[in-house]
């Protein structure tokens, strides 16, 4: 009783109990065994299929964080969780006994502001709880709640920040012409953004995950526009004589950079977004396009076929100096800087097929990340640092894919008939 | 009369002297991939602003449909073919000769390669075509640019047929 009144203190609102984080030392290696058997329906818990429904996604969260297998002898973790709930007690043995590394424990019931879920993680070796805590949601954000409480047990247990609150923007051609849309990490709760009768390509987001700049044919010329996500019109930024696109907000949100070719030629330059003013920064014979940031705002990483082919390059903006990065393969595009400054990953052509490839951003040899008779193309980094989401064409069908750079088994997350492409990955949202 | 006659001549003069003149940039550089031929250099021509309600549309005219054929392009490559000269020839004559009119050159990709890439390549494309044109003595002012990289193909299949009509540069006009 007295320690049931500890932990019901404990178990305020939005307080974690747990500071105790179990890390997973082999992160890259090996996932932990969890159990996630359905929520405990308490007297006037709102529905069983809310409490089941919030396990089911909390589950998938996991497993597509990489740290987490959850188990999948459904009936053994369902019958343990009946035992637990009808003799009021954690059967560690018995969770152990069926594989489980931990297992977690979540209940609902009913609250003013709709339900209340509560939820811990025990690890199976020892019985400690390594993670406790209590959510109020309305009954129609539960997907988001699931998403919450993935990324809370991800940071108590690894001590990593998760990625199931972020989102992924991207384009797709559903209503004929290629839109701005916005779902889920997982390919859930897409939505359009953009709302044209042209063409929409390219979408990147300011580092507060609030805004999103795309190129659009709306005045029938490739302009670039800023929205709001959560809506609003699209307001032009840049609409300079011929080519303006592919806008990269930089990690501070005061700059972009983008591609022009109103001086003859697709350039590189570099915008402050709040007086308008232009730097250029590339000068050459060739096509300079698909710029990215550096973590710390300090270097860039575009293509330029100035070779005579198209490679990645990077230029320190200090002293405007420039290096090829690439040099295997005929043809690599599309670069994208790890969040966590580390890596750059592209698109590479060999042979018929493209493949996605990182490298390290002063060069070196490059890692081979997806394989297999497809186009990969447009990878985007998640706040991780671990996964890339990036399109996949096959047999002429372009897909959203997330891949785990270390586990590299692609997980395609779009399931509709019609295509998605250009995928861009938000910034931390919570 | 003779006004008119004095208009004729001018016309004949320029187009001749039109003719006559040496391609300056891209054109006579032969062809060796991306980054040594074309018009569209780092320092190439400044692109003129475009009044908004300037609009462009499918030519019509038959005459003008018969000498603004589409020009096609190698994989990969922004540069002006030989086997292409003369239709761009033929294009300038004739906007030498209608210097009222204004045209917009769309460069377009086939569907291989990065869609961000062919941006730029479909715009160098468009770039070396007015290049061509402006070293033929049409007015830079007369001939806009846009790219629509792989994202408007004309023939939608996946081979080399359908690559080569979508490896293209098309041409549009401004109502007058």
Redo the contacts between chains.
């Keep these: 009783m007295t320690a049931l009144a500890v932990l019901s203190t404990l178990l305020t609102a939005g307080t974690s109990l747990s500071q105790i984080s179990v890390t997973v030392s082999k992160k890259y290696a090996q996932r932990t065994r969890i159990a996630v058997p359905s929520f405990h329906q308490k007297a006037g818990a709102p529905s069983a299929e809310l409490s089941s429904g919030i396990a089911a996604q909390l589950s998938s969260d996991l497993e597509l964080s990489g740290y987490f297998s959850p188990l999948k002898k459904k009936k053994f973790v369902e019958e343990t969780q009946a035992d637990d709930v009808r003799t009021g007690k954690v059967h560690i043995a018995e969770w152990r006994r069926i594989g489980a590394e931990m297992v977690v424990k979540g209940s609902t019931s009913s609250s003013l502001a709709g339900v209340t879920v509560e939820c811990r993680v025990y690890s199976t070796a020892g019985g400690r709880s390594v993670f406790a805590k209590r959510y109020n949601a309305p009954k129609s954000d539960l997907r988001r709640l699931a998403h919450r409480i993935a990324d809370d047990i991800i940071y108590a247990v690894t001590g990593e920040k998760g990625i199931a609150s972020t989102k992924i923007a991207f384009v797709a051609n559903r209503s004929g012409n ?1 839109q701005i849309y916005v779902m889920d990490f997982d390919g859930s709760n897409a939505r359009q953004v953009s709302k044209d009768k042209s ?1 929409c ?2 979408p990147d987001w300011s580092p507060d995950g609030q805004k999103l700049v795309f ?1 659009s044919y709306r ?4 302009e670039l526009y800023i929205q709001h996500v959560a809506g609003g019109s699209a307001k032009g930024v840049a609409f ?4 303006n ?2 806008g990269a907000i930089s990690p501070d949100g005061g700059s972009m950079l983008l ?1 022009l ?7 590189i330059y570099r915008m402050n977004l709040a007086t308008g003013s232009l730097r250029r920064l ?9 710029p990215c940031w550096s973590p710390d705002g300090r270097r860039i990483a575009f ?1 330029s ?6 490679q990645i390059y990077v230029m320190d903006l200090a002293g405007k100096k420039t290096r090829r990065l690439t040099y295997e393969g005929g ?1 690599n ?2 670069p994208d800087w790890s969040p966590k400054g580390d890596k750059i990953v592209y ?1 590479s ?1 060999r042979g018929r097929d ?1 493949d996605l490839y990182v490298i390290g951003p002063d060069g070196g040899a490059s890692t081979q990340v997806t394989s297999g008779s497809s186009i990969d ?2 990878p985007s980094w998640a706040p991780d640092g671990r996964h890339v989401v990036y399109e996949s064409t096959r047999k ?1 069908k372009s897909d959203i894919y997330i891949v785990d750079i270390y586990e590299r088994v692609p997980v395609r997350i779009t399931k509709w008939n019609f295509n998605s ?2 995928p861009s990955w938000s910034s931390s949202l919570n | 009369m003779r006004n008119v006659v004095a208009a004729v001549l001018v016309v004949l003069l320029v187009v001749t002297v039109a003719g006559c003149k040496k391609p300056r940039r891209g054109a006579t550089i032969p062809s060796s991939g991306p980054g040594t031929a074309g018009g569209g250099w780092g320092e190439g021509i400044p692109l003129s602003e475009m009044p908004d309600s300037m609009i462009f549309g499918e030519i019509t005219d038959p005459e003008m449909k018969a000498i603004f054929e589409d020009i096609h392009f190698d994989y990969d490559d922004p540069s002006i073919k030989d086997s292409e000269r003369g239709i761009l020839e033929n294009i300038a004559a004739w906007l030498n000769s209608n210097p009222a009119v204004v045209i917009q050159v769309e460069g377009h990709c086939d569907e291989r390669g990065s869609n961000e890439y062919n941006l730029a390549l479909g715009d160098r494309r468009a770039l070396s075509v007015r290049g061509y044109l402006v070293d033929l003595g049409v007015g830079p002012d007369m001939v806009y640019t846009i790219s629509y990289g792989e994202e408007r193909p004309v023939d939608t299949g996946h081979d080399e047929s359908a690559w080569w009509q979508n490896r293209r540069g098309h041409f549009m006009v401004a109502p007058e």
Excluded: C, H, M, Q
């Design positions: 290629k063409i390509l390219s190129t005045r029938s010329r490739p300079y004589p011929g080519l696109a592919t591609s070719s109103k001086d003859g030629n697709p350039e590339t000068r050459t014979r060739g096509a300079e396009i698909s293509v076929d100035r070779s005579g082919s198209p043809y595009v599309s698109s052509r493209f193309d447009n002429y492409t250009s």
